[in-house]
């Protein structure tokens, strides 16, 4: 070894009183220990480049919400505050509330005027007819007759205050009434009647009636000339109807012959009814409130 020379190239021992002068064995041992360093640290290096990637880190979104629908969200009710003195709030109805119809004002109408509708009505539903009335369609007017074209047929000479006024059958008043007394001796039969003059010929084709005493019996006749026939058995009187009773208040009686023409007409009654015969003290009355006479088609 060189002066200063610490170990032998040739086979490694060292200098005597050097470091290297106790033998290859603590030289050995470092270079042990460094080797160990080095492999470890290459180890390490391995092991560091086998590890995977750490895992990217997980990005939360955060989604707002939507809102639900509008019919969902309850309403919102705004208290209401009761004005002064009402110690309860008024109710608010959710429907709009329809007011009443407005009332009608009952037609009010006076006595006669309801008491001539109701006659009007029974006249309807009580009219009978006997026989064909001739024609179609609806019902002619009444022929208009003059004031003092009724007159009371009294062939057989009763006594006139037996008679009441004929006028008031033709006056379109059903309130008041032409009579004619019930003879008690020979009850119920009568031989009276109401005539009616038409001034001229006409032909006929019904009559209508109302009476106070349904139940009587009467017979249509008509005739023509100048005169008026002094019997009913005269052969100039031409029966216009059969005998009929009258049940109801309100009648109407189709006439035959409907193509001649006449000028006077009778309502000839031959039979009071029940009702209307009355005692020898207080004869009985039947009555005709209203007669009405029709054209012929």
């Given at each position: 070894?060189?002066?200063?020379?610490?170990?032998?190239?040739?086979?490694?021992?060292?200098?005597?009183g050097?470091?290297?002068?106790t033998?290859?064995?603590?030289?050995a041992?470092?270079?042990?220990v460094t080797?160990?360093?080095?492999?470890g640290?290459?180890?390490?290096?391995?092991?560091?480049?086998g590890?995977?990637s750490?895992p990217?880190?997980?990005?939360?979104?955060?989604?707002?919400?939507?809102?639900?629908?509008?019919?969902?969200?309850p309403p919102?009710?705004?208290?209401v505050?009761?004005?002064?003195?009402?110690?309860t709030?008024?109710?608010?109805p959710?429907?709009?509330?329809?007011?009443?119809?407005?009332?009608?004002?009952p037609?009010?109408?006076?006595?006669?005027?309801?008491?001539?509708?109701k006659?009007?009505?029974?006249?309807?539903?009580?009219?009978t007819?006997?026989?064909?009335?001739?024609?179609?369609?609806?019902?002619?007017?009444?022929?208009?007759?003059?004031?003092?074209?009724?007159?009371?047929?009294?062939?057989?000479?009763?006594?006139?205050?037996?008679?009441?006024?004929?006028s008031?059958?033709?006056?379109?008043d059903?309130?008041t009434?032409w009579?004619?007394q019930?003879?008690?001796?020979?009850?119920?039969?009568?031989a009276?009647g109401?005539l009616?003059?038409?001034?001229?010929?006409?032909?006929l084709?019904?009559v209508?009636?109302?009476?106070?005493?349904?139940?009587?019996?009467?017979?249509?006749?008509?005739?023509?000339?100048?005169?008026?026939?002094?019997s009913i058995?005269?052969?100039?009187w031409?029966p216009?109807?059969?005998?009929?009773?009258?049940?109801?208040?309100?009648?109407?009686?189709?006439?035959?012959n409907?193509?001649?023409?006449?000028?006077?007409?009778?309502?000839?009654?031959?039979?009071?009814?029940?009702s209307?015969?009355?005692?020898p003290?207080?004869?009985?009355?039947?009555?005709?409130s209203?007669?009405?006479?029709f054209?012929?088609?």
């Open positions: 070894m060189a002066p200063g020379q610490d170990w032998c190239l040739q086979c490694g021992a060292g200098a005597p050097s470091v290297a002068g033998g290859w064995r603590p030289a041992g470092i270079i042990a080797v160990a360093l080095v492999l640290a290459a180890a390490a290096g391995v092991a560091a480049l590890k995977k750490p990217a880190p997980v990005v939360t979104t955060t989604v707002a919400q939507v809102a639900p629908p509008a019919a969902s969200i919102v009710t705004t208290p505050t009761p004005a002064p003195g009402i110690t709030p008024p109710k608010i959710l429907k709009a509330v329809t007011p009443p119809p407005a009332a009608t004002t037609t009010t109408s006076t006595p006669q005027t309801t008491e001539t509708t006659k009007e009505e029974a006249a309807k539903k009580e009219e007819a006997a026989g064909k009335t001739g024609g179609a369609g609806s019902e002619p007017e009444p022929i208009l007759l003059d004031t003092n074209a009724a007159q009371s047929y009294n062939p057989y000479s009763y006594p006139a205050a037996g008679f009441g006024d004929p008031l059958a033709i006056d379109g059903t309130t009434s009579s004619a019930v003879n008690p001796a020979t009850a119920p039969r009568m009276e109401l009616i003059d038409l001034k001229t010929a006409q032909k084709s019904a209508k009636l109302i009476t106070t005493t349904p139940g009587m019996v009467v017979q249509i006749y008509g005739a023509n000339g100048q005169t008026v026939p002094t058995t005269d052969k100039a031409v216009l109807s059969h005998s009929l009773t009258i049940h109801k208040r309100h009648a109407k009686i189709g006439l035959r409907q193509k001649k023409a006449y000028r006077f007409v009778t309502l000839w009654i031959s039979r009071a009814p029940a209307a015969l009355g005692t003290e207080a004869p009985g009355r039947v009555t005709v209203e007669i009405e006479l054209p012929a088609a």
